[in-house]
């Protein structure tokens, strides 16, 4: 399907990212068509330093597991993918979950499994309202968003999603590599349906060599998560199918 189809016509695409990576590997492959007739604006959220007393107790044998990468490193890893994909970027100064704390440092996500919930139901995370208000402040009133669906349970990733349901705007979206992949694709329409989201899976052509190379720009993660561009090349084309596309989940 063109990649213009299901959008709003000109509408500017702001692509809702929880965290430094998510929407260019998610969606990186359909943005040079896009940008053809459009702007698209990426849009950060957790991207904020730890506190100077959380960023000391990360060398902690205990809290090693919460250390992603500097993060000002990270920014400018999100800023260089962006660029190459001719898209703005914009963060919203967030701090990821694992690196949320109290003012005495008593961390919001005490352990690994804590960084996990559901975008519904009773265990669903609550959308701060600082947040809600950078985001809302940001937004042209004919913005079209593309927001994560929350597939995996990763708590900024259901903040993402359930703030996106807030907005005025019309919204589509986007299932999270490397959360998701094809053969998943029974449990996401599960998902789909619990969530009461009126929404088609509809697949777009896709730029494969512009969103690997935006892509390989999150070099920390690369190597953190898939130990090489290899493995992560791998995993980005078993995520994009035999024929590369992205996928969405238009509400149009």
Not at 218 to 233: C, K, N, P, T, W
């Amino acid at each position: 399907m063109n990649s213009t189809a299901r959008l709003v016509p000109d509408a500017r695409l702001v692509l809702l990212s929880p965290h430094l990576d998510d929407a260019v590997w998610s969606l990186g492959g359909a943005v040079p068509a896009w940008r053809r007739d459009r702007e698209v604006t990426i849009v950060t959220l957790c991207d904020g330093d730890a506190e100077p007393a959380v960023a000391a107790r990360l060398t902690e044998p205990a809290h090693r597991w919460r250390a992603f990468g500097g993060v000002a490193a990270r920014r400018d890893e999100d800023a260089r993918a962006a660029a190459m994909l001719g898209c703005a970027r914009i963060g919203l100064g967030h701090r990821d979950a694992a690196l949320r704390a109290s003012p005495d440092c008593e961390f919001e996500c005490p352990a690994p499994d804590a960084l996990f919930a559901a975008p519904g139901g009773a265990g669903a995370p609550t959308v701060p309202d600082a947040l809600e208000a950078r985001l809302r402040a940001l937004l042209r009133p004919d913005d079209q968003v593309i927001a994560p669906l929350g597939f995996g349970g990763h708590v900024d990733h259901c903040i993402a999603h359930l703030l996106a349901r807030r907005l005025p705007h019309t919204v589509a979206y986007y299932a999270e590599f490397p959360y998701y992949a094809p053969a998943h694709a029974a449990t996401l329409a599960e998902q789909v349906r619990a969530l009461g989201l009126a929404a088609m899976p509809v697949a777009l052509e896709c730029d494969w060599p512009a969103w690997v190379d935006a892509s390989l720009c999150y070099r920390s993660q690369v190597i953190r998560l898939f130990g090489g561009r290899a493995r992560f090349i791998d995993a980005l084309s078993a995520y994009a199918g035999d024929t590369p596309r992205c996928l969405i989940w238009s509400t149009r």
